[in-house]
């Protein structure tokens, strides 16, 4: 391709509207075009990459016995209604009507539709294991779309589903999946790492999520790994092996009153009384909506978990089964407390209380009194109040113990790039997805659902290779392999070369970007780097004359001469040393 054939508008400058490094590179480079919040136009470089994403995708699925189809992006509201999701899946969820007033959504995922695709035809144990997948564009209306294609609106998805007749059928198909998602983000260049997640909105018995992991703020997810086995969870998950329990009192005391002045934080009150944070037990309080039979209900709700813990609201908003789950602000607390935020406990306190197990294990412990100023010691559950269910509500903190082995947890960050799921019967139960076995006798099948975001996934590889100059894309998801410029535009005999070379190299099977504008080489070569191909050839008089040209790689610093009659073999030598 000429670069004067072809449209990349480069920007000189950092977009204002990006914050990422990986989204400043792909408006810089010319990739993509916002449109509105979180919905991008891909210029021609990024289709480019999305089609390599999606071949790598594509061969990788079909491969492991999946196949190919295309579902509708608009769909009927009923489907979601009848698998329960119309309410569950919040404000996500776009919704709309048609000219004769019937409700539709902009396709989020497509469970629903699957299963209605194959509900009455799928019917019987003969016609399974069956996986079939597609790669296409995802509505999400996310509260916060951000990063550019990391959290958009509209996205591209590659989804698959598989029915299977039973538990260890689904096992063995789910294992599959697993493996084939390994082999796609190794051939991306990107070896994502496998961790344990939430199911979510989702449903389902177990997941896996796999991560990109980088150093940048691009890491959304926080991952809790073991420095000795592969154990690996998403913090919303993670779990842990508490290494020092703090002692408890075996005596129960009587509870007192004690005078905190401003003392609202729990390192203040601690600092105070002269107590460790192990001792304390924070009062949170939130907002939880429900459904409601005509109308969704909110309701204040409050967790308990010890003082050097961090809430966990995934595991929170899990276990109370709500649609939304927010922390309550200032004056919720006043009302229910009487008090300023900070001094908020559960003794007298309006609202159910849900502990962590933590909580339930302490004596004599230390709480907000619900007035300014004061806290109440020596509290004990059940004696002083009572709790509606004790359950994890806790982040795996750095440094405890792994839940597997005896190694210690550290936490590094990564980005989602894909997601397992094991649906059991959440799904055919719900979408009338019957078969009959052996048997001849009905049975529900088993459901495994499985997401890679693809814009996503380009993204991430922005985010892992970078330099201050621009990309440095891995050459398997490259929009080219190679790109030429001639140090003086329009000037012979560098422009023959040029096109001699541009000829021989697109001939002989490369992807050959050819810089021929009419720009300083200066110029072209800063583009070049912003836009990261991973071999740039340059031809210049000098070496010219000597029958020869420039060989760089764009993650290697050194320029090598190379004989034109070599330049096949030497690209292909160099570009297997591409990253
Ligand atoms: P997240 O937790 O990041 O919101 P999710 O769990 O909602 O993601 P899934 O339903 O598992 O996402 O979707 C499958 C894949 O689609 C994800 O692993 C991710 O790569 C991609 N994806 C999800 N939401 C977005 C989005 N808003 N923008 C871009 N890609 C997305
Ligand atoms: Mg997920």
């Keep these: 391709m000429r670069w004067s054939k072809t449209y990349i508008p480069t920007m000189r400058d950092n977009p ?15 990739y993509m075009r916002r449109l509105a919040a979180g919905v991008y136009n891909y210029l021609p470089l990024m289709q480019r990459v999305i089609n390599k994403v999606s071949n790598i995708v594509r061969e990788e699925m079909d491969s492991a016995g999946a196949v190919e189809i295309l579902m509708p992006f608009v769909q009927p509201a009923d489907l979601w209604r009848k698998s329960g999701r119309w309410n569950d899946y919040g404000k996500e969820l776009a919704r709309l009507k048609d000219r004769h007033d019937r409700e539709m959504v902009l396709g989020p995922t497509h469970e629903e539709i699957i299963t209605d695709l194959v509900s009455g035809e799928l019917k019987s144990y003969k016609q399974m294991p069956l996986n079939m997948y597609q790669i296409q564009t995802k509505f999400r209306d996310e509260i916060r779309p951000r990063f550019g294609l990391m959290r958009g609106r509209e996205f591209i998805m590659k989804d698959a589903y598989s029915f299977d007749i039973n538990e260890e059928a689904h096992q063995g198909a789910y294992d599959k999946m ?16 496998q961790v344990d997640s939430d199911s979510g909105a989702m449903g389902g018995s177990g997941s896996h999520e796999f991560m990109v ?12 790994s073991c420095d000795k086995c592969d154990y690996a969870a998403n913090v919303e998950k993670a779990v842990f092996r508490e290494l020092n329990p703090p002692v408890q009192d075996k005596e129960i005391k009587e509870t007192e009153e004690v005078d905190t002045p401003n003392a609202g934080t729990i390192e203040e009150i601690s600092e105070f009384l002269k107590m460790p944070p192990n001792r304390f037990a924070k009062t949170l309080l939130f907002n939880a909506e429900f459904k409601g039979k005509k109308k969704n209900v909110v309701k204040p709700v409050a967790a308990m978990i010890r003082g050097d813990r961090q ?13 939304e789950l ?3 602000g200032p004056e919720t607390v006043e009302k229910l407390t009487g008090a300023p935020v900070g001094f908020a406990g559960p003794i007298g306190l309006g609202c159910a209380i849900v502990v962590d197990p933590e909580v339930e294990n302490m004596t004599n412990f230390v709480v907000g009194a619900n007035k300014a100023d004061k806290h109440i010691i020596n509290v004990n559950l059940n004696r002083d109040f009572k709790t509606t269910g004790v359950v994890d509500l806790k982040n795996a903190p750095v440094g405890e113990g792994c839940p597997e082995c005896d190694g210690l947890l550290t936490a590094s960050r990564g980005i989602e790039v894909g997601n397992t799921f094991m649906l059991g019967t959440k799904y055919s139960k719900s979408m009338g997805g019957k078969f009959l076995d052996r048997n001849g006798k009905e049975q529900l099948y088993i459901m495994g659902s499985y997401g890679i975001g693809v814009t996503r996934t380009a993204q991430a590889a922005i985010e892992k290779f970078h330099d201050d100059k621009g990309i440095l894309w891995p050459k398997s998801l490259a929009p080219y392999q190679i790109t030429i410029i001639t140090m003086n535009a329009g000037k012979e005999p560098q422009q023959e ?7 021989e190299l697109t001939e002989a099977g490369f992807e050959v970007l050819y810089d021929d504008r009419m720009e300083r080489a200066g110029i072209k070569l800063n583009d070049a780097d912003l836009v990261g191909i991973p071999l740039r050839i340059t031809i210049g008089d000098k070496s010219l004359a000597e029958g020869k040209i420039e060989l760089k790689l764009r993650n290697e610093s050194d320029l090598v001469r190379v004989d034109l009659s070599e330049i096949i073999e030497k690209s292909t030598e160099f570009l297997e040393r591409a990253i």
């Design 178 to 193: 697993v493996a084939a998602y390994h082999r796609i983000f190794d051939r991306c260049g990107l070896s994502a790492k």
């Design 213 to 224: 992991m980088v150093d940048t703020d691009g890491g959304e997810c926080t991952i809790v």
């Design 326 to 328: 927010e922390m309550a």
């Design 497 to 503: 070369a040029g096109e001699k070379i541009y000829n």
């Design 16 to 30: 204002s509207e990006a914050e990422l490094v990986s989204h400043k590179f792909l408006l810089r480079a010319g």
């Design 311 to 323: 809430i966990n609201e995934i595991k929170f908003k899990n276990y109370l089964g709500c649609l």
